[in-house]
């Protein structure tokens, strides 16, 4: 069983950074491929970026050059640091875990979810 606890979030203005970190328990984290998604009101859930148990990592081609994601096998820790934010990048921010070590961009593929954390980006 692994549990995710998500925190960082907040009220940020566009233009500005955040970064997002997620702490798991479990044996198996460094084994784990790990990702996050966001949700915005009345939109399905998205995918951010993933990072593989090797460290190879893939973001929605949206985001990439403004996001990075990256993991800390010893704390068993994930972060998402967040740059030039914009309005549109408004949600709901989960991390996620999967029982593979290699990453997906798909909800369904991934085992474990926190619960969330608020990113809010105002103009």
């Known amino acids: 069983q692994v549990q995710l606890v998500e925190s960082g979030g907040g009220l940020v203005q566009a233009g500005g950074s955040l970064r997002l970190s997620c702490a798991a328990s479990?044996?198996?984290?460094?084994?784990?491929?790990m990702g996050w998604f966001r949700q915005a009101p009345g939109k399905e859930r998205e995918f951010v970026s993933s990072?593989?148990?090797?460290?190879?990592?893939v973001y929605a081609d949206s985001l990439k050059g403004r996001f990075i994601i990256s993991r800390d096998n010893d704390r068993n820790m994930v972060y998402l640091q967040m740059n030039i934010l914009k309005t549109l990048d408004t949600a709901v921010y989960y991390c996620?875990?999967?029982?593979?070590?290699?990453?997906?961009?798909?909800?369904?593929?991934?085992?474990?979810w926190g619960q969330g954390t608020q990113v809010t980006v105002s103009s």
């Open positions: 996620t875990a999967r029982s593979y070590g290699s990453g997906s961009f798909k909800v369904d593929e991934y085992d474990y």
């Open positions: 990072i593989a148990s090797s460290g190879y990592t």
């Open positions: 479990g044996r198996t984290f460094s084994t784990s491929a």
